[in-house]
Every structure is written in C-alpha cells, then in structure tokens.
C-alpha cells in the first residue's frame, strides 16, 4: 500500500517541494503584477514595494521595492546579514527579515537596538489601538430591558 502511494504521489510532493523554494530571494528587485486577490509577486516571501521601512536615522524608506526574507521573524532571528524588522501597524503583527545594510552601514549593536526598537514601536502601535478599541466598546450604552422590547 506504501509502495503504491509513493508511486503515485512522489511526482507531486516533489513539485510541492520544489515550488515551496521557488521565488527570488531576499533583496532581490521585485514589483506587483495584478491587483486584489490575482495580485502576485516575483519574490519567495514578500514584496516590499507597498511598506515603508522606518530607518534608525529617521529616514523613510518607502516602497522600496525589494524582495523580503522569512516573515514573522523576532529580533535575533534572522540568517548574518539581515536583520528582523517589525512594521509599525496598530492592526497586524507583521515583521520581516531585510538586509542588513538597507538603512546604510551598521554595527552588529546597531542592528540589534533596531530590531528591537521597530518592535517596541509595533507593538505599542498595537496596544494604542487595542486601548481605543476597548474604550470605544465601554462607552456604548448597553441595551436595556425596555429598548430591547420596543425593538421586539
């Protein structure tokens, strides 16, 4: 039974395997083609033409068109050479592995206070708009007995 499913099935599981590796890698040239759901890219986990990369200097990097590396990375953990970059979104948890010398030439320290400042400021983005959130749901008035009978 092994021996036949193998059989009929290796061809696939190889060309699954082989397409999971398959786009362009980290900082390599990249652009959209398509739009919602068609939309696709060039590139083995993110295109960045639609981010913007806030750079330890104050500068802003926007759209800048390269390929991304692993994605949901933490500070740390990305392969020498790249560093864990979290974008500052109030509604997504999103980070990605960048070239190191995106931002210019930096030291390993550097790099590590990076990561970790582009993460402390997702996340208090994050909670910013968690607080909001609830306090807009506390300020609702609560239905009471006779407006739920009216609407009866």
């Known amino acids: 039974m092994t021996g036949v499913f193998l059989r009929t099935h290796l061809p696939l599981l190889t060309l699954l395997f082989v397409l999971a590796g398959c786009g362009d890698p980290i900082g390599a040239s990249c652009d959209f083609s398509g739009s919602g759901f068609t939309a696709s890219d060039n590139c083995r986990y993110r295109c960045l033409e639609h981010r913007s990369i806030d750079c330890p200097d104050a500068t802003v ?48 320290g550097e790099l590590a206070v990076w990561e970790a400042t582009s993460r402390a400021k997702a996340e208090e983005l ?20 006779e407006a739920e009978r009216l609407t009866d």
Not at 100 to 106: D, E, T
Not at 132 to 142: E, G, I, S, V
Request: proline share 12%.
């Open 61 to 108: 990097l926007k759209g800048p068109k390269i390929c991304s590396g692993s994605m949901q990375c933490d500070p740390g953990g990305c392969p020498d050479g790249q560093v864990c970059y979290h974008v500052a979104d109030p509604f997504d948890k999103e980070s990605y592995c960048l070239p190191a010398g995106i931002c210019g030439p930096m030291s390993a």
């Open 126 to 145: 994050i909670g910013q708009w968690q607080a909001k959130k609830q306090k807009r749901q506390q300020t609702r008035p609560m239905p009471t007995v």
